[in-house]
């Protein structure tokens, strides 16, 4: 019987050559224009004495345990968005209590906050909308929660997780903020900015070595769509325990 290999490769040029004549001059190779030259980084200053220690402190690793808040079961959904904000507003008098204090609105209305009909909170209110979903990967649910400080157009971005039955805040972000995103164990937080057209993206992500979220990107981004530009209210990051 003679080889049957021949015959498998004239029907496979034959398909081919079915295809290029169906499908016309498709398959020709095209220029896609010219090559950038490939440049190297180029390292400036080479005899600088590298710094030994950061010359601002973000305290990105900071968190802090909540007083006063219990978790019963260790349930975060059984702790109440509402007492956490009080209990930020006690632990930080200068912010929150006087005339003189930068978020005064936020503690004057924070009565304001107690449940109506079919548990909805007035506008007057300045906590926002609790979010829950696992950002540390433990298995359990964790607080996203916002609020207003006030009379300020800033929004305070707070996570909360549980250890070892208390109420631990994780991360802390104050900001004139456009849109907050939960994303795998992220939070990005988008903000405007005085440029026409582009926006300050900032993410923290869970570490599970510092057991706090990490400010990982810090970026400046063209949006496109805004005609008018915000000047932003306060740098970013602010400390991970306390404004």
């Known amino acids: 019987m003679p080889p049957r290999r021949p015959v498998r490769t004239t029907a496979a ?37 590298p710094a030994a220690s950061p010359a601002y ?22 702790v109440d968005p509402i007492a956490v904000v009080r209990a ?17 609105g936020t503690a004057e209305r924070i009565g304001d906050c107690e449940k109506g009909k079919g548990g909805d909170r ?17 298995g359990r649910e964790d607080l996203t929660l916002g609020f207003r400080l006030l009379p300020t157009k800033m929004t305070a971005v707070r996570v909360y997780t549980v250890e070892k039955h208390r109420l631990v805040q994780v991360m802390a972000n104050d900001d004139a903020v456009s849109g907050v995103e939960l994303a795998g164990h992220s939070v990005i937080i988008r903000s405007p ?31 496109g769509g805004r005609k008018h530009g915000v000047r932003r209210a306060t740098p970013v990051p602010t400390s991970a325990a306390t404004p």
């Open 13 to 49: 040029v034959a398909l081919l050559l079915a295809t290029a004549v169906a499908c016309g001059d498709t398959g020709a190779l095209r220029s896609a224009g010219a090559t950038p030259t490939a440049t190297s980084p180029a390292r400036l200053w080479p005899n600088l004495s």
């Open 57 to 78: 402190d973000f305290d990105e690793a900071d968190t802090e345990t909540v007083k006063g808040i219990t978790v019963p079961g260790d349930d975060i959904r059984e």
């Open 88 to 104: 930020e507003i006690a632990a930080n008098p200068s912010d929150y209590n006087g005339s003189k204090a930068p978020y005064r």
């Open 122 to 138: 007035g506008a007057a209110c300045p906590v926002l909308k609790p979010y829950y979903r696992d950002l540390t990967g433990d």
């Open 193 to 223: 900015s005085e440029l026409a057209g582009y926006e300050y993206r900032v993410q923290w992500t869970w570490d599970a070595d510092q057991k706090a979220m990490l400010l990982t990107h810090d970026e400046f981004l063209r949006t």
